[in-house]
């Protein structure tokens, strides 16, 4: 994209609790949010001036097809995914989402678009290997989700090229952030700090890449607007162990005693250490780079405020 | 499948060259045939005396689930792609048909199915290794075709534990028999030999695994019959070189004078050895295996009538 250019920008799943954060950095183009509803979305910051928001059924072919032959998109930010807490891992919908994508990116490359980018996730990668690089790392995903989301990126890797589209794909590592569901690890650690209740996890010594859901935002708006092919992970390349991440969290809330380190089971995902193999915390865009710790603060703030708001 | 139990089955791609030798091996079953249309289609054994014909788009995800729920077969044997001859290896269909095959996965389980067996291709693998066997070699596709198939194989093979469904994936080899494309090898050393005329060829050096196609349909029969899972190849197991094949043909037909080895180049498909690496010539159902031999003998019969019938 050059300097002044305008795009006709496409994001499907910005409702989502890291896509939200993404029309913020878009204010200079055409931005078309399509989803299949927008009535409760609290936006983390103004929508651009020049942004429609449509309701569409992506899992419907048909209307995927009409729906991109009327907006024309030179642009694609794919984001939307079956992702229902405790759910996704195994379901069957992860066939569905990923027959949906296929038609999406079909029906966008007749229209003539130009460049598509898609959110893959870390669960694609072989855990074994120590660190995880887009370049060298084998694919070895362990869960229809990670599988449905490994084979999206090869079918479109190898259809790209011959479809005429610049084709990226953003392998997520952990996020975490406002509007995070309440369930997940670093809302319930708020939730019990800010209540002065004992918060029981694991004993915490898995390390992982968390990484703020702001700039994940960023690091795909980044890609989008960019011409760069490929995987790449959308990561900070610094590993926390859990009780780390959990802890930095007692800055700005609560008290140290109420974190309780092995009360329960390590999940499913028990691998000691997935953290993306290159550091990436930087950004073009010029713009700042949050961070854990700068994150979490945010993320604390935002619960407090919303604990506010719900009681009043 | 119990011994006197009668299946329902449902087979996509039945009016394909080797396609259509399928059910005239389900003659004791509920046979449903689904296709775009099957007007023209010549059969070349009767029809099983309980076989319906339907005319469905595959590519509609809508006929798809509507025409499943209805039949709700319990076998389903799914042979239908895209594979025009000359384009299907780069085609952008090739994403259409992993979609359809998803959405005809879906509405099978939906609806009850208990076995989808599924055609894969030797292209998924990886050709480097001199021996191809399902176990072993790892998959890498270098085509867009290669790449459908292998992803499907792998969608499905992760789904399909969740999903309550037994699955199977036969990958062809090198199939060849009556109603073949008379643009493909067979058929173009066939017509030359039959009309006098010299048939230009590679030097032929390159050694495949050849299966006749009415011995594929029946590894396919029997592994929609059973239930064992995964992949198996559907192939012979022997390999024979381009000039070894083609000279099978000289038996029964013309002078070996008009096969013009090394008079054009090789194609793009120019790898030394693609070979199956379990020999699979035998057959559970006590029917007779044909082989390369034979095979060849009853294609050129069938061309032979084929150009009778057309001149009279």
């Not at 952030?177 to 915490?204: K, N, T, W």
């Not at 994940?216 to 490929?230: C, H, I, K, N």
């Amino acid at each position: 994209l050059k300097a002044n250019q305008v795009a006709r920008i496409l994001i499907t799943g910005a409702s989502g609790f890291m896509g939200r954060f993404v029309p913020g950095f878009l204010d200079r183009h055409e931005v078309h949010l399509a989803g299949r509803s927008f009535d409760n979305v609290e936006w983390p910051s103004p929508l651009p001036s020049d942004c429609a928001l449509h309701r569409v059924d992506l899992l419907s072919s048909a209307d995927i097809s009409g729906f991109i032959a009327e907006v024309r998109p030179t642009h694609l930010l794919h984001l939307a995914w079956y992702v229902e807490h405790g759910k996704f891992w195994h379901s069957p919908l992860n066939l569905d989402w990923l027959a949906a994508s296929l038609h999406l990116f079909r029906a966008f490359a007749e229209a003539g678009g130009q460049r598509f980018v898609g959110a893959g996730s870390c669960t694609e990668y072989d855990w074994r290997f120590p660190t995880l690089s887009a370049d060298t790392t084998p694919l070895s995903p362990s869960t229809p989700y990670g599988n449905a989301k490994a084979r999206l990126f090869q079918l479109l890797s190898a259809a790209a090229p011959h479809a005429g589209v610049s084709f990226a794909w953003g392998r997520i590592f952990f996020p975490f952030g406002p509007f995070e569901h309440p369930d997940r690890l670093l809302p319930q650690v708020v939730a019990g700090l800010l209540r002065g209740e004992e918060v029981p996890l694991s004993e915490g010594f898995q390390v992982r890449d968390f990484i703020y859901s702001e700039d994940a935002a960023q690091m795909f708006v980044e890609s989008l607007l960019s011409d760069e092919q490929g995987a790449f992970n959308v990561a900070s390349g610094q590993g926390l162990s859990v009780r780390e991440f959990a802890r930095l969290a007692l800055r700005h809330a609560g008290d140290a005693n109420l974190l309780r380190f092995g009360a329960r089971a390590a999940g499913n995902d028990n691998a000691a250490h997935i953290v993306a193999g290159h550091p990436t915390g930087e950004t073009r865009l010029g713009l700042s780079w949050i961070g854990a710790d700068e994150g979490v603060a945010r993320t604390v703030r935002w619960w407090r405020l919303r604990n506010i708001n719900n009681s009043l």
